[in-house]
């Protein structure tokens, strides 16, 4: 995974009403959620983040469950900020497959989500001109930009090269969702772009 550096801006000074007007604008958009409802018989993918496994689910039914996943080495968290090397919590969507990564393939999600950015502008992790872009870009269905101060270029990868043993005993990602890469071929069968990620 490749994160992107903080640089610090200045303000320009964002008012109250700019900011409500973009709330209003983006309100029911530019979450996960925005792909539509999940149907009985979507198949999607529950990341469990304290047993640290990967299931696929078909509705409410279990498919098939992946153990010894890795997350980022400073666990999971609702307040991520760039490079802190913690794995995002909440509801995704896979926006983009890598077959050529050099983690064997990698399997992009839509972090950040507006959820997220409205979380980072209330707590200030986020400057009102990067949650701008952030809703910018989910208003226009683009992906969201991966280079302001809540990171980036986080997904589901394998291992490429990787140290097996080192991934069976230590969470050791900079905040992406690692299995081997047999288990993220198999995975492949199931995920295509748009597919749901939950991450609890």
């Not at 530019?30 to 018989?41: I, L, N």
């Not at 983009?96 to 999600?109: A, K």
């Not at 986020?126 to 997904?155: C, K, M």
């Not at 198999?186 to 295509?192: D, K, P, Y």
């Amino acid at each position: 995974m490749h994160t992107a550096r903080f640089s610090r801006r200045k303000s320009s000074g964002f008012g109250r009403c700019t900011l409500l007007c973009i709330l209003l604008l983006v309100q029911g958009a530019g979450t996960s959620s925005s792909w539509g409802s999940p149907e009985q018989e979507e198949i999607w993918l529950l990341v469990d983040t304290t047993n640290l496994t990967i299931q696929v689910m078909r509705g409410e039914s279990l498919l098939y469950k992946y153990d010894n996943i890795a997350i980022g080495s400073n666990g999971p968290t609702l307040s991520r900020r760039v490079q802190d090397e913690t794995t995002p919590l909440g509801e995704f969507r896979i926006n983009r497959l890598n077959p050529r990564s050099r983690f064997h393939l990698f399997m992009g999600i839509d972090f950040p989500t507006m959820d997220d950015a409205a979380r980072a502008l209330a707590d200030g992790r986020l400057s009102p001109q990067e949650y701008v872009r952030v809703s910018n870009a989910w208003l226009a269905d683009e992906p969201p930009p991966q280079n302001t101060a809540l990171g980036g270029f986080l997904g589901i990868h394998g291992l490429g090269a990787g140290d097996e043993e080192i991934h069976g005993t230590f969470n050791w990602t900079d905040g992406c969702i690692a299995v081997t890469n047999e288990q993220i071929d198999e995975l492949a069968q199931w995920v295509s772009v748009g597919t749901r990620v939950s991450v609890r």
